[in-house]
Structure formats: structure tokens, C-alpha cells
T-cell receptor, first 114, second 113 residues
Framework: DQQVKQNSPSLSVQEGRISILNCDYTNSMFDYFLWYKKYPAEGPTFLIS?????DKNEDGRFTVFLNKSAKHLSLHIVPSQPGDSAVYFCAATPGGTSYGKLTFGQGTILTVHP | EPEVTQTPSHQVTQMGQEVILRCVPI?????FYWYRQILGQKVEFLVS????????KSEIFDDQFSVERPDGSNFTLKIRSTKLEDSAMYFC???????????FGQGTRLTVV
């Protein structure tokens, strides 16, 4: 099941710089997209989401961009902090009867160096 | 801040035994989910539950699995006869009626030996 793909298994960034995490999807029925952060031995923590009627959503240091024609979304973290080091998952969900069912990508390990 | 609570944090069971994983969702949430993550793999959807019935389930969620909301606060996942391949982290999640943002518990690590 490759409906949601995160092609970069890992990303390393210096503190204070921008982190850009990417995600691609194939299912045209997806209309809501989410980013989760996960630390070891913890559950995924919701970060930010975007509806398909928008192309950008900001929340503090986190911005998600959606390019529907390319079926691509990205998460920008500015400025990056060492505490941001975690696994980042993008997830997508369709509307209709599958409301709330999330399909996850494989995750990208972000390491922010001091 | 309200959170989803799962117990136990780690369960070891023998193949063929029944296990029950427990979850207390956030109190005003109405949609409940179970997901699992096999080591090194994606987080996978198992089942969603709303209004005291299953609203959707994946191919993984076969007859060996069942879910129940036995009272107003708990949500359980039962695996009737565990297999080695059921070893995984199991995450419970919940969401409000009008939101697709699911909030996850810390997970139960199930090890089948």
C-alpha cells in the first residue's frame, strides 16, 4: 500500500535553519492531510493539518503546503530546534464513509543538530 | 491537556492466547480507532468505531479481532488467538465528531512468543 509516500527516510538540519519534509500521495479521494510527530516509545502527536480546499496552513513555526495538482505536500519548520528531532509522519484521509481513517507514510527521521 | 490512555504499556503473550488491549479515549470524543505499527513498518489502520458499532475496518481486522466499548469510558481491542505476526505496537486514537484530527495514545507493545 503506497498511497502515501515519504521518500526521504531521514533529514539532518542545523539548529535555526529550515527543515522541509516532503510527502506524496496517489489517491485522489484524499481531501484532508495531517502531519504527526513521534518520539520513541510514544504515540504519534498531531502537529498540523490542511484541507484540500487550501494550499497553505500555518501554526507558529510549522507551515504545511499542499500542491493538489502534483499530489504533494510539505511541512516546513522554521526555525528548527533540537527538540524537533523526532520521526515525522504525513497522513491522509478521504471524506465520505471513510471519514477519519488515516493512511500514513513511512515516516522521516528528522535530526536537528545544535 | 486531555489525553488518550492505553494499558498495559507492554504485554507478552504466548501464541494462541487471547489478549485484550485497553484504551480510555478523550472524554468528549465520539470516534475511536485502533492502529498498529509492526517494527520497521508504517502505522496501519485497523478499525474505526462510532455510535457503538464498527464504521470501517481494514483487511487486517479479520475474525480474530474484535472491539468493544463496554462502558462509557473504555474502548478495547481483543485478539482471540494471537499469532507471531500480531507482534506490534498497537495505538488507540480518538477524535471529535466534526474533526478528522485523531489523538493517539502512547501505545501498547504486544509481543507474541
Amino acid at each position: 500500500d503506497q498511497q502515501v509516500k515519504q521518500n526521504s527516510p531521514s533529514l539532518s538540519v542545523q539548529e535555526g535553519r529550515i527543515s522541509i519534509l516532503n510527502c506524496d500521495y496517489t489517491n485522489s479521494m484524499f481531501d484532508y492531510f495531517l502531519w504527526y510527530k513521534k518520539y520513541p516509545a510514544e504515540g504519534p502527536t498531531f502537529l498540523i493539518s490542511i484541507s484540500s480546499i487550501k494550499d497553505k496552513n500555518e501554526d507558529g513555526r510549522f507551515t504545511v503546503f499542499l500542491n493538489k495538482s502534483a499530489k504533494h505536500l510539505s511541512l516546513h519548520i522554521v526555525p528548527s530546534q533540537p527538540g524537533d528531532s523526532a520521526v515525522y509522519f504525513c497522513a491522509a484521509t478521504p471524506g465520505g464513509t471513510s471519514y477519519g481513517k488515516l493512511t500514513f507514510g513511512q515516516g522521516t527521521i528528522l535530526t536537528v543538530h545544535p | 491537556e486531555p489525553e488518550v490512555t492505553q494499558t498495559p504499556s507492554h504485554q507478552v503473550t504466548q501464541m494462541g492466547q487471547e489478549v485484550i488491549l485497553r484504551c480510555v479515549p478523550i472524554s468528549n470524543h465520539l470516534y475511536f480507532y485502533w492502529y498498529r505499527q509492526i517494527l520497521g513498518q508504517k502505522v496501519e489502520f485497523l478499525v474505526s468505531f462510532y455510535n457503538n458499532e464498527i464504521s470501517e475496518k481494514s483487511e487486517i481486522f479479520d475474525d480474530q479481532f474484535s472491539v468493544e466499548r463496554p462502558d462509557g469510558s473504555n474502548f478495547t481491542l481483543k485478539i482471540r488467538s494471537t499469532k507471531l505476526e500480531d507482534s506490534a505496537m498497537y495505538f488507540c486514537a480518538s477524535s471529535t465528531e466534526r474533526s478528522r484530527k485523531a489523538f493517539f495514545g502512547q501505545g501498547t507493545r504486544l509481543t507474541v512468543v
